[in-house]
């Protein structure tokens, strides 16, 4: 694998994931359990979708086949898809939609302070805008985390069913392979395993403060994010995402 091919496919990774749940939180748009959060979800739909623009508009350029973002974004099907299985996972209820967000969050925040330093300028260049975004996203929702964990029985009990369903989602955030490897060997990206203990430090600290229990073991899914596997939700969710462009392709307003 070329250090073009394995930037590439790193690109799609990091504009996939925002896409899909930047599409994911969307779907809360008018049904949140209240105002303010229906207006929040829907502004970080709105960043996550930026930051996707910035990404997959990138990995056309390192392509060079003439897609942009939106041919990307709509013109793919499922299999090419390289996001984490995290984010595709249906919402749920508010808790489980704001505990996935806590998770993805706070990965995202450890992984882009460390692209910041990309040898790469352009990463370098999109991680210093991502950031300043997903430090209010972090903030935003281990907020919420903290004040429904330490909440009522109810929600307590709610934020804990949530993480115990997506913790073993966790773990594909740490898996290295051949792309992250020639990435960390051309000091563009780091090796993602090295992120764990920073992450597992932010995340100890606010699920105590959440008063939830960290689930046991080590088993985590895998294959979204080097496309061997997908859940079936994605392939709902692009179906709704996509038919526009499918039905009538080219079109423009």
Known sequence: MTREEALFQFLLRMGDNTLVLGQRVSEWCGHA???EE???LANTALDLIGQTQMWLNLAGEVE????DAD???FLRDVWDFRNLLLVEL???DFGRTMMRQFLFDAWQSVLL???TNSAEPRVAEIA???G???AYHVERSSGTVVGLGDGTEESHARMQAALDYLWPYVGEMFASDAVDEEMARAGIAPDPAGLREEYDALVGRVLGEATLSIPEGGFFHKGGKDGARHTEHLGHMLTEMQWLQRAYPGASW
């Open 128 to 130: 210093e805008k991502a």
């Open 71 to 73: 041919k990307l974004a």
């Open 113 to 115: 302070g460390r692209l």
């Open 90 to 92: 249906p919402n749920g």
């Open 64 to 67: 060079g086949k003439g897609r």
């Open 33 to 35: 359990p209240v105002l």
């Open 38 to 40: 229906d207006i929040a």
């Open 132 to 134: 300043k975004e997903v």
